[in-house]
């Protein structure tokens, strides 16, 4: 009859346990950026508009979306099955909105940016952001004219070695770049807010058709100043797009697979210990 080896056991229960901590850690890791951020009534002050007013201008049904109840905590994304991802400006309120930068980088090399807008595009403006399968993004980015009928002016680049795994950024003409990620940013400041659709509001982007927010869509406001200076007001409507065919994404923590590497190398030992024991 076999007996388990005392030291295979041991290392078992320490590479269980191992993974119970990492386990443990990766799950509040997962917890992401820390929501809700309080933000209802909160304008700019040149033009006292509202990020609540803002998209409650573009609902046509209810559940209206709440700025302060509707924030989700997620910080980097990646694609769904089709690769690609649409994107719409919706507003840009801010003082600096002919320089601002906006768009997407690199998870765990946030020194890697894409941009998608730049400050001269305007809202109903998009940007296709496709994935591709050698882990290059290309981006195509169209202005719309205000006239009618639109004219596409589209702008397209290519970015090698990215992936598919990101976040959103925007950076300021103080050249302060802020991100989805609130560690990243200064003191973990929130600069933006994430709202993702129900399925059931109708809303109407600027120069588009009306359409049901959908759960594969996701708004992105930011504030364009550091939160918790003197300079910044707090109201997240300084740029914001929504964002299709994304879906939220969490990187596993580095401790993970060294646990699981542990784990797998315990219970090779362990079936070595009983094949030699049958021999």
Do not use: C, H, W
Not at 16 to 41: H, I, K, M, Q, Y
Not at 73 to 81: A, C, E, I, K
Not at 224 to 250: C, H, M, N, W
Request: proline fraction near 8%.
């Amino acid at each position: 009859m076999f007996t388990p080896n005392k030291l295979a056991i041991s290392a078992v229960g320490a590479s269980l346990l191992a993974l119970g901590s990492v386990a443990t850690f990766t799950e509040s890791a997962a917890a992401l950026n820390d929501r809700p951020v309080p933000v209802s009534g909160a304008a700019d002050s040149d033009d006292g508009i509202s990020l609540q007013q803002l998209l409650d201008g573009i609902t046509l049904s209810d559940p209206k979306i709440d700025v302060d109840n509707d924030q989700k905590p997620f910080d980097l994304f990646t694609n769904q099955s089709s690769g690609a991802s649409e994107n719409t400006l919706l507003f840009e309120i801010a003082g600096f909105a002919p320089e601002n930068i906006f768009g997407i980088y690199k998870a765990g090399t946030p020194s890697f940016r894409v941009p998608i807008f730049i400050g001269d595009n305007d809202p109903g403006d998009a940007a296709s952001v496709f994935f591709l399968a050698d882990n290059s993004v290309g981006v195509s980015t169209l202005a719309f004219p205000p006239e009618f009928p639109p004219v596409a002016d589209p702008n397209f680049q290519i970015y090698e070695d990215f992936g598919n795994m990101f976040g959103y950024y925007l950076t300021n003409p103080l050249g302060e770049t802020f991100f989805s990620e609130d560690r990243l940013n200064t003191n973990n400041a929130a600069q933006s807010l994430i709202f993702q659709g129900n399925d059931q509001t109708v809303l109407q982007a600027p120069g588009r058709q009306p359409g049901v927010f959908s759960d594969n869509e996701f708004i992105i406001a930011f504030e364009d100043k550091l939160v918790g200076t003197p300079a910044s007001d707090r109201d997240y409507q300084d740029f914001v797009i929504i964002a299709e065919s994304i879906v939220p994404k969490s990187t596993p923590e580095p401790a993970t697979l060294a646990g699981l590497g542990l784990f797998a190398g315990a219970m090779a030992v362990s079936r070595r210990r009983k094949n030699s024991r049958k021999s």
